[in-house]
């Protein structure tokens, strides 16, 4: 079982494509480019638009835009926006149901924080402490650092395509019925 899954995935690949690209891009393109359900990203970016990371804009060129600079988009605010604020661990109080306490378990037993419940909340805290450090633009900056330079102007031009082509097929349907 994972923690966050693939919402969290979908969603923090799509904000990449955002990073360096100042034109709007549309959630059906963003799931296409990744070949990733259209459904799934179209239900999860809003959420990102109503936490404030995203602008959305309408019509033939709309789709999403980053609503500020990458720099200042942590993947822990993406995270618990796609995901809400989970805890790592749901500690049971077992501790307490020794069969050799029968119902009254003793003060020394359950006295102060579980040991278990203890290392999780620390180990949480690290996560959220590494989330929150990372921001968009070092994931960006990391896959910038992989990808060969041709890379990025392919997509561009494949998202400047799809722009394209949708502003051709409006127009043939316009032409189709009739109006201008």
């Known amino acids: 079982m994972s923690l966050y899954g693939a919402s969290t995935e979908y969603v923090l690949h799509s904000l990449l494509w955002l990073v360096d690209n100042p034109e709007p891009v549309s959630s059906l393109d963003l799931a296409e480019l990744q070949n990733i359900p259209a459904a799934f990203v179209a239900k999860l970016l809003p959420r990102l638009e109503k936490a ?48 050799l306490f029968g119902q009254q378990p003793p003060q020394w037993a359950t006295q102060g924080v579980c040991g278990i419940h203890a290392v999780m909340l620390r180990a949480e805290q690290a996560m959220r402490r590494e989330l929150a450090q990372t921001s968009l633009a070092d994931l960006a900056q990391s896959v910038r650092d992989k990808a060969p330079p041709p890379f990025f102007g392919e997509a561009h031009s494949w998202f400047d395509e799809r722009i394209q082509t949708r502003r051709t097929s409006k127009v043939r349907q316009r032409r189709r019925s009739g109006t201008p």
């Not at 309408?58 to 995270?79: D, F, Q």
């Open 52 to 99: 404030g990371l995203l602008a959305a804009s309408e019509g033939m060129k709309g789709g999403y835009t980053l609503a500020r600079p990458a720099s200042e988009i942590s993947v822990l605010t993406v995270v618990d926006a796609v995901e809400g604020e989970k805890s790592l661990f749901n500690c049971q109080e077992i501790r307490g149901r020794c069969a």
